[in-house]
C-alpha cells in the first residue's frame, strides 16, 4: 500500500435487504477515494451470527455492483489485509483484545443478566445514568484469569475515563465533545468469543489502514468510544467525517414504512441505476449551483467536503422519478429495449410467468392483461375500491392485518411458494382471519386483482420488494376509504 494513500471503507451487515441508505454512503465514500486516488473497500460485519446470511451479503454485493460502485479490495475479490468479513477475523479480535486487557484498557465481567437487567431497573427507578456500574473493574487481574480459566462466562468490557471529556474533531461539524461520565464501559467481546460492532470496527479500521471513517450521523455517539478504544491501543485514529441522515419529508429518518428503502425496489421498480446513484449524490452535496445533473466520474472530479450541507437531505420518490425520466429520454431507442429486457422483458422472465397463466388463456393477446402488474411498480387500486374490506370486516381491521403482515414479510428468510404458503396460513391462524379472506386480501394488495394466477407463485415472481412495497400501499389506500 502507498505511503499516505486515501484508504476508506463500507462495512454493511448483512442481516437483511440491501439499504439505500448504504448506497448512499458508500457513494460518498467511493466518491472522496477516488478523488484522491485511493481505494474503496468493502467489509462484511457479519459478527451477529444469528441475524447475518450468505444470501444478504450476496444481495448487498449485488446492489452494490448495480448502481456501480466497484470496491478495490473486499471479501470476493481478496486483498493485502483480508480476511474482509468479521466472522473470519475472530483469532485477530481476541488476539487484540488481550493485549488491550494487558494495558489496563479493558477488563472481564462476570455479571449475569439477570444481575445487570436489575441494575437497569433500579438506574431508571432513581433517574439515574443508565449503564454498568463497573462492579468487575476492579476485579484483580489474577481473580479474572482465574474465573476465565474454571469455565465461567465473561463478557470483555472496555475501561472508558470516570471523568472528564472525549473530544475529537469531525470534518463536518468540527470539535465534538461528550462527557465521559455518560458514556458506558461498552462491551467488547462476547461470551461466545465474537466481538462486538466497537472493538472490531475499530481493530479492523487500524488493521486495513483505514485513513478516514465516512459513515452516517448517527454513528456520532459511538465514536468517542472509538477515540477511546485508538488512545488505549496506543493507534493513530483516522479522520472522522459523519455524513447527514437520509429523511422522509416529515423530516424523520428514512424509513420502510414512509420510502421504499430497499435497493432492490429501485432495480424492481425499474429505475435506472446510474439516475438513482446521481440523485443519492444529491442529497446534502452540490457539484455546482443549483445543477442537480451529474454522472458518477463527473462527481469524482469536482468532489470536495465543502460541497455538503449538514441539513438533513430529504429522500423524495418523485424527485428521484423525475430524475430518472431525463436520463431515459436520453437514451436511444436500442439502448431502453436493452434495459427493458434486463428488467423484466429477458426470456428468463417471460419463461417463468408463462406456466401461471397457460391454462388460463385461449389467445396470445390475453396475456398482456393477465399478466400486468408483474410489469409496473406501483398499482392503481381505485377499480378494487371497498373490495379491499372484507365482508364483517372494517376499515381498522384491514389496515391492522395488512401492517402486521408487511412486518412478518421484513424478517422472513424463505421467500419461495412453500415458504410464503406457510407464513400466510400461520398469519391468519394467529390473527383471527380465515385462510380465505387472507389470501384474498393479499391478492388484492399485491396486484389490485381479485382473479389472478395461484397467489404465492404470483407473490415470488413478483419480488419481495414490490409485494412489501404494494402492502404498505395498500394500507395507505384503505386509510383513504370511508370509514365502515
Same mark, same amino acid.
Given at each position: 500500500? $502507498? ?16 439499504? =439505500? ?46 448502481? %456501480?460502485?466497484?470496491?478495490?479490495? %473486499? ?7 483480508? +480476511? ?30 439477570? !444481575?445487570?437487567?436489575? /441494575? !437497569?431497573?433500579?438506574? !431508571?427507578?432513581?433517574?439515574? &445514568? =443508565? ?13 479474572? @484469569? ?28 468540527? *470539535? ?14 462476547? *461470551? ?24 452516517? @450521523? ?44 430497499? /435497493? ?8 435506472? +441505476? ?71 422483458? $429477458? ?19 390475453? &396475456? ?8 409496473? %411498480? ?19 381491521? =384491514? ?15 424463505? &421467500? ?7 407464513? *400466510?396460513?400461520?398469519?391468519? @391462524? ?8 387472507? &389470501? ?34 395498500? =394500507? ?9
Amino acid at each position: 500500500m $502507498s505511503e499516505g494513500q486515501v484508504r476508506v471503507r463500507i462495512a454493511p451487515s448483512p442481516t437483511g435487504d440491501p439499504h =439505500v441508505g448504504t448506497a448512499y454512503i458508500a457513494l460518498f465514500n467511493y466518491a472522496f477515494a477516488k478523488s484522491r486516488g485511493g481505494k474503496f473497500i468493502l467489509r462484511i460485519e457479519d459478527t451477529d451470527r444469528a441475524r447475518s446470511t450468505a444470501a444478504s451479503e450476496a444481495a448487498i454485493l449485488r446492489a452494490l455492483r448495480w448502481v %456501480g460502485l466497484n470496491w478495490d479490495e %473486499g471479501p470476493d475479490i481478496g486483498g493485502p489485509v483480508g +480476511p474482509y468479513r468479521q466472522s473470519e477475523r475472530a483469532d485477530i479480535y481476541r488476539r487484540e483484545v488481550q493485549t488491550l486487557m494487558d494495558k489496563g484498557g479493558a477488563y472481564r465481567c462476570f455479571c449475569t443478566s439477570e !444481575r445487570l437487567e436489575a /441494575l !437497569r431497573h433500579e438506574q !431508571r427507578r432513581q433517574g439515574l &445514568f =443508565v449503564g454498568y456500574d463497573g462492579l468487575c473493574r476492579g476485579l484483580p487481574r489474577e481473580e479474572g @484469569e482465574r474465573r476465565a480459566a474454571a469455565g465461567e462466562s465473561f463478557v470483555v468490557r472496555m475501561a472508558m475515563p470516570r471523568t472528564g471529556e472525549t473530544v475529537f474533531v469531525d470534518r463536518l461539524r468540527g *470539535a465534538v465533545k461528550f462527557e465521559n461520565a455518560q458514556i458506558d464501559d461498552q462491551i467488547l467481546l462476547k *461470551a461466545d468469543g465474537f466481538p462486538t460492532y466497537h472493538l472490531a470496527n475499530v481493530v479492523d479500521d487500524h488493521l486495513m489502514e483505514i485513513t478516514h471513517v465516512i459513515r452516517a @450521523e448517527e454513528w456520532l455517539s459511538s465514536t468517542p468510544k472509538h477515540v477511546v478504544l485508538y488512545q488505549a491501543f496506543g493507534w493513530r485514529a483516522p479522520e472522522w467525517i459523519h455524513m447527514p441522515l437520509l429523511r422522509n419529508a416529515d423530516k424523520s429518518k428514512i424509513s420502510k414504512r414512509k420510502n421504499p428503502v430497499s /435497493l432492490d425496489y429501485y432495480k424492481d421498480a425499474g429505475f435506472l +441505476p446510474e439516475a438513482l446513484i446521481n440523485y443519492l449524490g444529491t442529497m446534502g452535496w452540490s457539484i455546482s449551483g443549483d445543477r442537480e445533473k451529474f454522472t458518477l466520474a463527473e462527481m469524482v472530479a469536482a468532489f470536495s467536503w465543502d460541497r455538503i450541507s449538514l441539513g438533513g437531505p430529504v429522500f423524495d420518490l418523485v424527485k428521484l422519478s423525475a430524475m430518472n425520466a431525463l436520463y431515459l429520454r436520453e437514451l436511444p431507442d436500442g439502448e431502453i429495449v436493452r434495459r427493458l429486457r434486463d428488467w423484466r422483458l $429477458s426470456d428468463e422472465k417471460l419463461a417463468s410467468l408463462v406456466p401461471l397463466v397457460r391454462e388460463r388463456i385461449q389467445r396470445l393477446d390475453e &396475456f398482456l392483461p393477465l399478466t400486468g402488474f408483474f410489469f409496473s %411498480g406501483d398499482i392503481d387500486y381505485a377499480p378494487v375500491g371497498k373490495e379491499l374490506i372484507p365482508k364483517n370486516r372494517e376499515t381498522k381491521d =384491514v389496515v391492522e392485518v395488512l401492517s402486521a403482515f408487511s412486518e412478518e414479510l421484513d424478517v422472513a428468510r424463505d &421467500f419461495s411458494v412453500a415458504g410464503l404458503e406457510a407464513l *400466510a396460513r400461520g398469519f391468519a @391462524e394467529k390473527s383471527g382471519w380465515s385462510s380465505k379472506e387472507l &389470501f384474498m386480501l393479499l391478492r388484492l394488495a399485491a396486484t389490485g386483482k381479485k382473479a389472478t394466477p395461484p397467489l404465492f407463485e404470483t407473490l415470488v415472481n413478483l419480488g419481495r420488494e414490490l409485494v412489501r412495497r404494494r402492502i404498505r400501499q395498500c =394500507v395507505v389506500e384503505v386509510k383513504k376509504l370511508p370509514r365502515s
